[in-house]
């Protein structure tokens, strides 16, 4: 009887055990997710490596930002002229892609607290006698940028006779570069910067960085609730030197 009795005592512990790690387990499971799109080529804020894996200091943000809301981050690659459409699509909840706060796209996503504040540089080979403070230097040359950017909004709008040349990616603006098919380039100074100290040691920065007050922030979907979750946790990474740590890594200057 003893041993009946301590043999449904020991079943009665082994299935509360079982049941304590089947809630564990089904609560790690329905841990929630948070969908972020990012374009994946816009180095050093977004791009792929070799594996095939997102990195850049976008991603970074974005798992600190997870790790911070106690959310599970899945990060997807979207193409750039996509990325607004797919948001509202709900292809995805965020999007953490080194974009630019407009009055443009603020009537279709809302944004959150600005994350990183932006400057824009031309670039051109150091043989060039091109030069951005004359403006007939700008008018006269053609110009590559990415299309649907802040680098090619504030040049057609500052310079609407400039014969830009407008490109789906960045990575492509810079080919044509490098081949002499265009005089010069307008882009994102970080990006800019990358790109001169990997790739190729014949071009500079031609001219002072163009400041616009040009600031990055999170975009969500119109009344998301989630735009104040992801300033609660963005002023929390800022706090506790994490945003630092990250701006550290992947910024040579400052």
């Not at 008018?139 to 090619?152: D, E, G, H, V, W």
């Not at 990055?216 to 735009?227: E, G, N």
Request: charged share 25%.
């Amino acid at each position: 009887m003893a041993t009946l009795s301590l043999s449904l005592l020991l079943s009665g512990c082994n299935n509360q055990q079982t049941e304590a790690d089947d809630k564990a387990a089904g609560a790690q499971e329905g841990q929630k997710v948070l969908r972020i799109a990012t374009e994946g080529s816009y180095a050093p804020f977004n791009y792929t490596d070799a594996e095939g894996n997102l990195q850049g200091f976008d991603v970074d943000i974005a798992n600190a930002l997870c790790e911070q809301m106690k959310v599970s981050c899945e990060i997807q690659a979207q193409d750039w002229e996509g990325i607004i459409p797919g948001l509202k699509a709900k292809k995805y909840d965020a999007i953490v892609a080194a974009m630019s706060v407009t009055p443009e796209r603020s009537q279709q996503v809302d944004f959150t607290d600005p994350y990183f504040t932006n400057a824009l540089v031309f670039i051109a080979s150091k043989d060039s006698t091109f030069d951005p403070s004359h403006s007939d230097n700008i008018t006269s040359s053609k110009i590559a940028a990415q299309r649907s950017t802040i680098s090619s909004q504030w040049l057609e709008s500052t310079y609407p006779k400039a014969n830009m040349q407008l490109y789906d990616t960045l990575n492509n603006a810079f080919l044509d570069l490098e081949s002499n098919r265009v005089d010069a380039m307008i882009s994102d100074k970080l990006p800019a910067i990358e790109w001169l100290s990997k790739n190729n040691s014949q071009f500079e920065v031609k001219g002072a960085d163009i400041e616009i007050d040009d600031n990055f922030a999170i975009a969500v979907r119109k009344q998301d609730a989630l735009k104040e979750q992801l300033n609660e946790a963005l002023a929390a990474i800022k706090a506790n030197g994490t945003y630092d740590q990250i701006k550290d890594k992947h910024f040579s200057i400052k």
